[in-house]
């Protein structure tokens, strides 16, 4: 058990608990997102002992020198005085201008900045609300001069930030964002490379802003192979789109993959990530995206290195999607 101090509180955390846990479990406003060392929205500074390394991954040489640590992360070996970081996150400011279905469950949301951006197709960032609830969105639009940023969002249930965006989001409303993150994007330089793309769910969205920017900012030569995975035909929300986009581009193929229930010889029965991998046993030289589910990019991305394919080759965003 060690003893955490934030302000004028001393809290104790209980078997291995993360920092962030400890301050949220006593009532603490403290921000966070993705809750597993992804979004950085939970950045804090220790003031007194060094954070453990773990902690720390992904953090820039200056803020690890300067113990700023993921507080999600922390599972704290000493006692630790802790503070927020002040600055450190750089809010930018964006007008929703676009909020469509794109099936029963999954919302389109497009938002224009107030101030040019730099990012990848496929990047992510951290969408704000005013209460300061925070959700990371991967980014599914290609760069464009208007600013804009475009979003596939699934509405869980009782999801406290996409049943908001569902239920009282509005065009004309102001959001606060991030600035994009992730190394989940098109790489430049090899024109001629076979990429395959295996996503479930939303996990598409990035997948998406990628092949869009492969085929039209970068005007890819190579083969691309598109894997969609959804339980029903309802989860397969781009399904126009892409049939579209493989009838403009010969080496773009769209694989959409139904685990459950298949009544039409349209769609491939099983899982996506089973049936690519299958349809592709020898991955040396691809280049291989993986978004979705936690447990199928998990998965999927061992198998692919076991069939060839270099560690430095995939990219993955791993969520409940
Ligand atoms: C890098 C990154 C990129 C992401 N990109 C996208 C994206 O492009 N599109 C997207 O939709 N999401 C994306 N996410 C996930 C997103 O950030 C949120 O986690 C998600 O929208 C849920 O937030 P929420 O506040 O609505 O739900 P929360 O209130 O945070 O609840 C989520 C929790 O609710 C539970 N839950 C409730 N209902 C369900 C249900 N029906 N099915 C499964 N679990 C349920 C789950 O256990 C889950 O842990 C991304 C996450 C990361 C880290
Ligand atoms: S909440 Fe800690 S990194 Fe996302």
Known sequence: ?????????????????????TLLRNNMQVPYGCKAGVCQCCLMR????????????????????????????????????????????????????????????????????????????GQFVNLRRDDGVIRSYSIANIHNAEHELEFHIRILPNG??????????????????SHAQGDCHYVEGKIEQSLLLIGTGTGLAPLYGIIRD??????????????????????????EKLTTLTQKYPNFHYTPCLSGEVNDEKYTKGRANEIALQAFPKLDGWRVYLCG?????????????????????????????
């Open 1 to 21: 058990m060690t003893r955490i101090k934030f302000g004028e509180q001393t809290f104790e955390t209980e078997n291995n608990e993360t920092v962030l846990n």
């Open 46 to 121: 220790s003031l007194d002992n060094v954070p453990p390394e773990k902690s720390q991954v992904g953090l820039k040489d200056n803020q690890q020198k300067q113990n700023y640590f993921l507080a999600c992360l922390c599972e704290p070996e000493n006692d630790m005085t802790v503070a927020l970081p002040n600055n450190e996150i750089s809010w930018l400011e964006a007008e929703v201008i676009e909020k469509t279905d794109l099936s029963t469950n999954v919302i389109l949301l497009k938002i224009k900045s107030k101030e040019p951006l730099a990012f990848f197709a």
């Open 160 to 177: 406290k930030f996409s049943r908001w965006v569902a239920d009282e989001l509005t065009v004309g409303m102001l959001l606060s964002f």
């Open 214 to 239: 492969a085929l039209s900012t970068h005007k890819h030569q190579g083969e691309i192979h598109l894997f969609h995975g959804s339980r029903d035909a309802s989860g397969l929300y781009l399904e």
């Open 293 to 321: 589910q936690p447990e199928m990019v998990l998965h999927s991305k061992r198998a692919a290195y076991l069939q060839g394919a270099s560690l430095k080759e995939i990219y993955v965003d791993a969520f409940t999607s």
